[in-house]
């Protein structure tokens, strides 16, 4: 079967049988020869129906596309061709005729004709000692070449990047424009990662599935792309990392979350663990671990891809075409430390575990109905599935699975608002599409653990802010406008495309995505797992703006499912049977053809090759667009950590905003300690930099010990985002240092700090403000909420549990724990809604 580029045809060639039959790949050069002995006389007849049996057994598969990940080669004597026996020999030849000329003629036993011929044509190029090497070297050009290209782009990339700026070679932090990072990179860098990207191609255009070499190939482009922020900086990069840093110092030393300092306290799953891990390794300071964040978590999110890519019925190029596609376009950049990125490899191992091992394809064997909606449905329900089924894991092995699965998503809620909602929502769509063999009773358990964890131990949150949580609910179109076009009005023309090609990537990505979605229906193939992760995170936009990033985690939850249907836009062909794919079909289709298919297959691969070029150097426009102001100087480290040292027993801290609505971030590395003693309070500015009477009066009015601050990397996210002047930062330092009333107490090139220098030493300086944990005031029904929430979850995890050993056995008993967990589970519901009515209430 080969893929056609331009009709989306799937074309059936039969091949003669080789002496050597692989399953999985045809035979190499580096395979021993098999050697054909003269098969015992036949009539002609069955000589010329030989050749044609064996083209009607031989499989119909492309040669070029592995069909599973395990595939070995396996030799398979053909019957026709054994060798006489002496044993069966007859004792006097037979009469000589002229139609058996052939038999009497064959060579005796001991002699073996087809042997030392084969002999002497192997021992001659061991004669010619000189000429072999060059001719070995050439013969496995496929094997050293990809990894050679590897290792030149790895080498060239990483050596620009690091080294001294320089012709070809270093970053200069200086160069860095509008457009981010990629204004400041020598070009030999995109040279190497151009020179990794078509490796990865050398790599699986090949007959042979070299799994290692790919995922080695892959590994090393994602330290090439999401590495490179953190290879050019001298600390850690992205603000809202160090507030992170300070969450888990915080709790490492007081023991407690307090939702009162900041609303993520109330999920401190994330924060608490590395509190813990920290604190047990004795480790003070995070910046390393803040450093490699980035690149290490985006090699840990391919671990659970690639079993995620495993469970789908497609060719080795569509598989891995799909895990690079997931690299070079996840410019999101929420994989810093971060309780979203940490829950989105916990959402990704949820959905490899349910696809792997609780998967279900089962054939459709009803008939269709006559005509109406019904009948389509049904036709799609027919067509061939493009999952497979789980391995046949049993008994013990699953209720594991079971329990890891239920572990994930108590992570994933205790540390993240809206990761569970992405896991609960796929296992349900899954199960509607029927593609997993879990019953209905684990989503009425995970959904009962989101609720119960927000209404008992995120209280503390929503108690005062019942508005921010449901105030934006249905508001789909204000989400949408919050999180496009919002970004993109009012923005400085340079990095206003830097926002538009992150806008052309999603567009692009979705595009390919339905285009490949078509190209499988084309082919009788119905993808309803990656359907359902493209579809189910798209729903989150109708719940709240998230502070107009919801656009951005959509964004990042849609990614498998978008890559893996956008890799068969250029590779949606099936692999084809084998002995060790059972479960892996092709539909017979019988199309014209308009092209040649071994021409159709090349110009696959190159649109395949310039989209990843592609993809690749839009990447490092929108994943380092922000660098202006989201790279983090030594200079203001050195600004804060003052701050650090005197902010006994409390301080506060006024950064610049050009107005004073209710959401803003301040852009400095603020938080990294102390956040129970520092309070982070606005100050706004203007355009004009001489224009500085609202700055000095918010440090005015404050109590002592407040301190300005003023950075490089505030002054260029003004002038991005709010159109300030290009010299606004120079100008509004000049402005504050002529100030009489104030005096600088940090000053370096990056930033300064001022404080009111007028302010009488008697003024005491407040303690600071009394900070609160989950503090759950309680409602009259929350114990008795309590008991129904533990009896429901212990009737459904039995119910789940006796569904694992088949849905023809344990009926009467699952009947039975539905009788007790359907009245809890509406008394748990009951209490719930209570909790709300009164807590929300009072």
């Not at 040279?191 to 042979?208: D, E, N, W, Y």
Request: glycine share 6%; with cysteine.
């Amino acid at each position: 079967m080969t893929d056609s580029a331009d009709d989306d045809t799937t074309v059936n060639r039969r091949r003669p049988a080789p002496s050597s039959v692989h399953i999985g790949h045809p035979p190499t050069e580096e395979d021993p020869p098999t050697v054909e002995l003269p098969a015992i006389s036949a009539s002609p007849a069955a000589a010329e129906a030989e050749p044609e049996a064996r083209t009607e057994a031989q499989p119909e598969a492309e040669p070029e596309d592995d069909v599973h990940d395990q595939t070995v080669p396996v030799a398979r004597p053909l019957p026709a061709r054994r060798p006489p026996e002496p044993a069966e020999a007859p004792p006097a030849p037979p009469p000589v005729t002229p139609s058996a000329t052939p038999a009497p003629e064959a060579p005796p036993a001991p002699e073996a004709a087809p042997k030392p011929e084969v002999s002497a044509a192997a021992a001659a190029p061991a004669q010619a000692a000189p000429g072999r090497a060059p001719a070995t070297l050439l013969t496995r050009v496929h094997r050293w070449l990809p990894v050679v290209l590897m290792v030149e782009g790895v080498i060239m990339y990483f050596l620009a990047m690091t080294l001294d700026p320089g012709p070809l070679r270093g970053v200069r932090p200086v160069d860095i424009d509008g457009l981010g990072l990629i204004s400041a990179m020598p070009l030999s860098a995109f040279a190497g990662i151009l020179i990794m990207i078509v490796s990865f191609f050398v790599t699986v255009t090949q007959a042979v599935d070299r799994k290692i070499l790919l995922l080695v190939q892959i590994s090393a482009i994602t330290l090439a792309l999401h590495g490179a922020g953190s290879l050019v900086a001298d600390e850690p990069r992205f603000p809202t990392a160090y507030v992170h840093a300070g969450f888990v110092e915080f709790i490492a030393r007081t023991g407690e979350a307090a939702t009162s300092i900041d609303a993520r306290m109330g999920w401190p799953g994330f924060f608490a663990l590395f509190a813990f891990v920290t604190r047990t390794a004795g480790v003070t300071d995070l910046t390393t671990i803040l450093q490699w964040t980035p690149p290490v978590m985006n090699l840990l999110y391919l671990l659970p891809l690639v079993l995620i890519l495993r469970q789908v019925v497609a060719t080795t190029r569509a598989r891995w075409y799909a895990a690079l596609l997931f690299v070079i376009v996840q410019w999101i950049g929420q994989d810093y430390f971060s309780p979203q990125g940490f829950t989105f490899a916990l959402y990704l191992a949820f959905v490899a575990i349910v696809l792997r091992w609780f998967g279900r394809v089962e054939p459709r064997v009803k008939p269709l109905p006559r005509k109406g909606l019904r009948r389509l449905l049904a036709k799609l329900d027919a067509m061939t599935p493009g999952e497979l089924a789980n391995p046949g894991v049993h008994g013990a092995d699953r209720v594991l699975l079971l329990c890891l699965l239920i572990a994930l998503f108590v992570a994933a809620t205790a540390s993240h608002q809206i990761t569970p909602f992405m896991m609960l929502g796929v296992v349900t769509a899954l199960l509607l599409v029927r593609r997993t063999s879990l019953s209905w009773a684990l989503p009425f358990f995970l959904g009962l653990i989101v609720l119960a964890w927000i209404s008992f131990q995120a209280v503390g949150f929503w108690a005062g802010n019942i508005e921010s949580m449901f105030g934006s609910l249905g508001q789909i179109f204000t989400n949408l406008q919050r999180n496009t076009g919002d970004r993109i009005a009012g923005t400085d023309p340079e990095h206003a495309l830097v926002l538009k090609a992150r806008l052309g990537i999603c567009a692009a990505v979705l595009g390919l995505a339905g285009v490949g979605l078509l190209r499988r229906l084309r082919r009788g193939v119905v993808d309803r797992a990656a359907l359902v992760l493209l579809c189910v995170p798209v729903m989150a936009l109708g719940l709240q703006s998230y502070g107009g990033e919801i656009g951005l985690r959509i964004y990042m939850f849609t990614l498998p499912g978008a890559c893996l249907l956008a890799s068969y836009a250029f590779f949606p062909n099936l692999p084809g049977a084998s002995g060790d794919a059972r479960d892996e079909t092709i539909p017979m289709r019988k199309r014209r053809v308009r092209l040649n298919p071994q021409v159709t297959r090349k110009v696959s691969l190159a649109l395949a090759l310039c989209a990843a070029m592609a993809f690749s150097m839009a990447f490092l426009v929108a994943r380092y667009g922000n660098e202006k102001f989201e790279r983090v100087t030594t200079g203001e480290i050195q600004a804060m950590h003052y701050i650090y040292e005197h902010d006994r027993p409390s301080a506060r801290v006024l950064y610049l905003v050009p107005n004073l609505g209710p959401e803003s971030t301040p852009i400095l590395p603020w938080g990294e300690r102390d956040v129970d003693r520092i309070e982070y309070r606005k100050a706004l500015v203007h355009k004009d930099p001489t224009q500085i009477k609202d700055a000095l009066d918010a440090l005015r009015l404050s109590e002592r010990n407040t301190y300005l601050v003023v950075t490089t990397a505030q002054a260029d996210y003004l002038k991005l985002n709010e159109d300030f002047p290009a010299d606004w930062g120079r100008r509004f330092r000049t402005a504050l240092d002529a100030s009489p009333d104030l005096r600088k107490v940090v000053d370096n090139r990056d930033a300064a700090v001022y404080v009111w220098k007028n302010v009488p030493k008697s003024t005491p300086i407040p303690d600071p403000a009394a900070y609160t944990g989950r503090d759950d005031p309680g409602s009259p029904w929350t114990p008795v909420g309590a008991v129904a929430l533990a009896v429901t979850w212990a009737a459904l995890f039995a119910y789940e549990v006796l569904s694992l050993r088949g849905r023809e056995r344990g009926g009467r008993g699952r009947r039975r724990l539905l009788f007790v967990a359907v009245p809890a589970f509406l008394l748990s519901m009951a209490v719930i809604v209570e909790r709300f009515l009164v807590i929300a209430g009072s």
